[in-house]
């Protein structure tokens, strides 16, 4: 099932504003990836968010953004920005979440079929999947590179994979992460209370699975001793 996700929102927060804009989506039911950055261009301590978005659904989102992160305005010079946000259209998306038993992992794909990347996907698994994963991929051919994030209902611990491949190889890409990343129920104790009362309650949730978007690349560049410029 691809939920009709074709776009992917890319928003810069400041820290302070992070737990806010987190809330908001997650509660307009949209899934989030929270990844801790610094720098560029918010000059301080900020947070990206990795949302995929239906293009029906952008305009909602962004305006749950803006309004997280509207009361940094009133402490904020006139012209200062609170927040940046980059929507990026997505060629595929895929929501891994059942493991087939009879399905068998691809084996690498020989030298003569290996061709140059020309799509990156960002998968986003479970921390707790994320070594088998990374093992599995090296062993099929597909380099890659994790990123320690955040998920978003109760702030799970998981990991984003960027991953380059030629587009003949998609399906083996989405093989090797359905066999690694499968859904599993848990139930996770949920705090509640108000200044009368403080408890918790125990929440079914489903974990693991796999959340797959996929670009097309314009160009990939190796940065090696190979392709230095002459000094």
């Known amino acids: 099932m691809n939920d009709g996700i074709d776009r992917l929102l890319c928003a810069v927060v400041h820290n302070d504003d992070a737990n806010q804009v987190n809330d ?31 293009q ?6 962004l305006q749950l953004v803006r309004g997280a992160c509207a009361h940094r305005a009133a402490y904020a010079p006139d012209g200062a920005r609170y927040g940046v946000a980059f929507v990026i259209r997505a060629s595929a998306f895929a929501r891994i979440g059942r493991k087939d038993p009879a399905m068998r992992e691809p084996t ?20 707790h999947d994320a070594v088998r994963l990374s093992a599995a991929l090296v062993r099929v051919g597909f380099p890659h590179t994790r990123i320690g994030t955040t998920g978003g209902f109760l702030l799970r611990s998981n990991v984003a994979f960027l991953i380059a491949f030629p587009h003949q190889r998609m399906e083996a890409l989405l093989a090797v992460i359905a066999r690694h990343c499968e859904t599993r129920t848990e139930f996770r104790f949920v705090p509640w209370g108000d200044e009368f009362a403080v408890g918790s309650e125990p929440v079914e949730v489903r974990v693991g ?20 410029p002459p000094s």
Not at 108 to 127: G, K, M
């Open 24 to 54: 908001a989506l997650v509660t307009a039911g949209f899934r989030t990836t929270r990844v801790n950055a610094q720098g560029g261009f918010l000059r301080r301590g900020n947070a990206v968010f990795l949302i995929g978005v239906r």
């Open 56 to 61: 029906d659904a952008l305009d909602q989102a």
């Open 108 to 127: 690498a794909a020989p030298p003569a079929e290996t061709s140059s990347p020309n799509c990156l996907a960002v998968a986003i698994v479970q921390d």
């Open 209 to 228: 699975g796999a959340t797959v978007l996929t670009f097309e690349l314009e160009r990939l560049e190796r940065l090696d001793a190979a392709t230095a």
